[in-house]
């Protein structure tokens, strides 16, 4: 699956892989590593601090379209679209980590 294309419990299930945890779960839609929730894509809490530590570049385009946030490395490599900068953020971290595309 390209890592463009991923959203939701999945986008967080990949970010959760990117971040070094093993034991990662999807219950109910949700992403859930030691029985509780892991949601980066949403919650700033949790994705702040990764895009913190990994020098993640974000910012918002003016063009018109869905997909107006864009976040890329340090290096202006791994450059990822999102709804939004979270969402872009953890694509950009996931394509940092395993590539364009990941299984599915």
């Known amino acids: 699956m390209k890592v463009s294309e991923l959203k939701d419990e999945l986008l967080d299930y990949w970010a959760a892989k990117a971040n070094g945890a093993t034991e990662v779960h999807v219950i109910d839609s949700h992403c859930v590593i030691n029985h509780v929730r892991w949601e980066p894509s949403l919650d700033w809490s949790q994705g702040g601090p990764i895009i913190e530590r990994e020098g993640i570049n974000l910012s918002h385009s003016l063009e018109p379209g869905s997909e107006h946030c864009t976040a890329y490395m340090r290096s202006g490599r791994n450059r990822q679209k999102g709804l939004t900068p979270l969402i872009a953020a953890m694509r ?7 590539g364009e595309e990941v299984e599915e």
């Open 92 to 98: 950009c971290y996931v394509d940092f980590k395993f």
